[in-house]
């Protein structure tokens, strides 16, 4: 299907769109309207799941360029094409999209009111999801890096918790004003280059003054969204407020969007000005690190303090990406993709505990490894991944970071390391407090273990955290080739004449696409 030029991505894209059509014709407040709703979006996004495998199964590793490239004439008269493509890493988000989907909306199943609108949100975020990472046009980019909060903005602020509409207000305004400045750079790019193709403008070397002000821009809109301290406060508040089943895409899928931008942006079209910030990045990535951890140690609130732990886990990835390096490249995307199902998995094991207490205060818990013994397995195995015990797929992405920033500064790589006490130290003692000592309240010991449905959504996430920490070669070879160039790219930049990155790092980033 890549040779044959299937347009497989638009159809992973807009499928969801079509379970939204079913949807809106379904009638009926009742349980059984609801009940079809919700199968109509599972089938559906499973469906979609289930066809990206053929990304999985058809990708050429050795390539570095784009491949399953669509291209239609869309606004000839501005020169703007609908331009599909995946490379070595957007690939990568777009299955964990497709697999996470499927997970938010059984642990969204119970959801007392307005299931049908809650179903056609989801299917509505993985058609965004996916257009985003698939995207090769900036003005396609850019529409579905927009649209992406319409979803997420009605989830918190429909199904959210007693300070949802602040909460979804916060969120919108710090995405909004973000995606404003980046817009202003993309359209500062078309107007350098001519075009709003995202593998032309890989090709075409920007002027160094012109790069500064860019990345300021880009920084805006992809720090936000990673999100990168001091600019991370809505995301505390959106998961706090958010149901679980939205917070699972949140930290699963959108906070990854924030590190593709900067690997496909920033990184790639301005390397003088990306050197030249790195500093900048380090000294704001371990801040984070260190500010995050101390406030996950203190939480009481079990989202808040999974809110806490993601954004010091994307802060390891900010670290990997500015090394510039294969192993820093690869240690980040690792660091990415581990983050979005463990970090989920976190959120759905909250979930659990508070559709049966409705409680999510660690204080109100204690002694749950007696009753619930599974779920203090499948507790303990994500919560050994977050602290990134070898074996579990967070231990690869961290190694590969500190290893790539040792080799840029001592003193990085030390206080990037540091998360590996830090994360471990915060993270067991939540585990300790909620799983064991002793069950002082009387109403906790008749809480049932897991049930079908939560096992079907946990066991999944189970199986990806130990497969790529016991096997990462097989995630790890599809973005081999792309990592490399990438890095070989930057060299080429920073080394190099104009035309030597008009050859060069050209031809290695964007020679899969025509």
Known sequence: MNQ??????????????????????????????????????????????????????DFDKSQAGFQFVETLSWMPQLGVDYRMGVDGISVMFVLISTALTPIAILSAWNTPNRAREYMIAFLV???????????????????????????????????????????????????????????????????????????????????????????????????????????????????????????????????NMGGYGFLRFSVPMLPIASQEFAPLMFALAVVAIIYTSIAALVQRDLLKFCAYSSVGHMAIAVVGIFTFSVQGIEGSLFRMLSHGFITA?????????????????????GGLARNMPFYALLFMIFVMGTVGLPGT??????????????????????LTGSTLILSAVYTLVM?????????????????????????????????????????????????????????QAHTVALAGTAQHLASSAG????????
């Open 4 to 57: 044959a030029g299937f347009p497989l991505l638009s159809l992973l894209t807009f499928l969801p769109l079509a379970g939204v059509v079913v949807l809106l014709f379904q009638r009926g407040d009742d349980e059984a309207a609801a009940r079809a709703a919700r199968w109509t979006a599972l089938w559906t996004s499973l469906v979609v799941f289930v066809l990206s495998l053929l990304l999985w199964l």
């Open 125 to 255: 975020m993985e058609t965004t999801m996916i257009g985003l990472f698939s995207a090769l046009d900036f003005v396609l980019f850019f529409v579905f890096f927009e649209a992406v909060l319409i979803p997420m903005f009605v989830m918190i602020g429909v199904w959210g918790g007693e300070r949802r509409r602040y909460a979804a207000i916060k969120f919108f305004l710090f995405m909004f004003a973000g995606s404003m400045l980046m817009l202003l750079g993309l359209l500062a790019i078309w107007f350098h280059d001519g075009t709003t193709s995202i593998p032309a403008m890989l090709r075409m070397p920007l002027p160094p003054h012109m790069q500064f002000w860019l990345f300021l821009a880009f920084l805006a809109a992809f720090a936000v969204k990673i999100p990168i301290w001091p600019v991370h406060t809505w995301l505390i508040d959106a998961h706090r407020e958010a149901p679980i089943a939205g917070s699972v895409l949140l930290a699963g899928v959108l906070a």
């Open 345 to 365: 998995a976190l959120f759905i094991c909250v979930g659990v505990l508070m559709d049966r207490t409705r409680s999510q205060s660690m204080d109100g818990f």
């Open 393 to 414: 797929a967070a231990f690869i992405g961290e190694i590969l970071v500190i290893v790539a920033a040792l080799k840029v500064n001592f003193w990085v790589a030390l």
């Open 431 to 487: 585990y300790r407090r909620v799983v064991f000592g002793t069950l002082e309240r009387p109403e906790l010991a008749a809480l049932k273990d897991l049930g079908g449905r939560e096992i079907a959504m946990l066991v999944p996430l189970v199986i990806l955290t130990l497969w790529m920490g016991i096997y990462p070669a097989s995630f790890s070879t599809f973005f081999d080739a792309t990592a490399t160039a990438m890095a």
């Open 507 to 514: 031809t290695v980033l964007a020679g899969g696409a025509n």
